[in-house]
């Protein structure tokens, strides 16, 4: 039986009412954002991140934010020991799987009365919601997933989990593991060289990791580092599912992967060039017309936009998706796997 503890979080605009919730496998922090009455999303986030580290980017996203709360209330779900101010676990607790990670998940649903709701999650996220979905199928209205994962890790995904593990917990959050992390996530564009600076989302993601209890880190890494490859059941996925995924994402091919064993009538892929993992944080506006569209399918509203300026390196405008995404069939009946375009500067 799940129980709360209503904490008010004030540190930035965006991060709403945290409530931490008492599951059969740990408290769970649940920061709240928008109307209660409407539509659950639900967001997962990659690991050693939280919600504002790994969201921010997209809900500080003018267009997306809008469109996002316009239709849905938004429960931001942490690994435990990954929100904000957090307490460090005890190197006596049980390890958590997967599957606990999952389960978690549905007693949150029961404990705020939410039927089935929309997800939405990051990599190693992305793969828990999938879980989810595969268990508590009912659920699950959609999936929107951003460089996901679907099969048990590969030998050299392996191998880096277990040399931050052991860095973690020899060293804690040093540089050695936040440059793996980095790697994880962003391009090589963002992540600077000897005669480019790093960006700003990478110093903030940075200062976001520092942050971070080192064995509440591991414990999140082993829990991924021993998933179980779900490939084979993603046919029997009745919901809808949206997946973003970087061209230069080192999961790239996962992503691929995953698509190729979904319903290719209920699926649709979004591959984002000059991009990295975290295309929430990189490229956030390349996001906005895939999920206009894809949510249209579900009857909910457009965000009617203020401007249509459109980024060189940004593949919002119409003319930069394929055609596949405007037609009849992705409104609901099929989505079919797409590629963005770079638009090219005259």
Known sequence: MAESVFVDINSTPLAGKEHIVKTS???VSVAILGDREKPALITYPDLS???TSCFQGLFAYQDSFSLL??????YHI?????????VSASPDEVPITADDLA???????NYFGLGMV???GVTAGAYILTLFALKYTGRVMGLILVSPLCRS????????????SSVLYLCGMCGVVQELLLRRYFSKAVLGNIDVPESDIV?????SLCEMQSYNVLRYIEAINGRPDISDGLWKLKCRSLIFVGENSPFHHEALHMTSKLDRRLSALVEVQGCGSMVTHEQPDAMLMPLEYFLMGYGFQKQLHSHLSVSPRSPLSPTSISPELFSPESMGLKLKPIRTTRIQEV
């Open 49 to 51: 991140l939280n919600h």
């Open 25 to 27: 496998s740990g408290n």
């Open 69 to 74: 709360l316009r239709n849905f209330c938004i």
């Open 103 to 109: 389960d978690q998940i549905v007693e949150i649903l």
């Open 153 to 164: 890790s590969s030998w050299t995904e392996w191998f880096c989990n277990k040399i931050m």
């Open 203 to 207: 110093k903030s993601c940075r200062r």
């Open 78 to 86: 942490s690994p435990p020991g990954h929100e904000s101010g957090a």
């Open 118 to 120: 929309m997800c939405l």
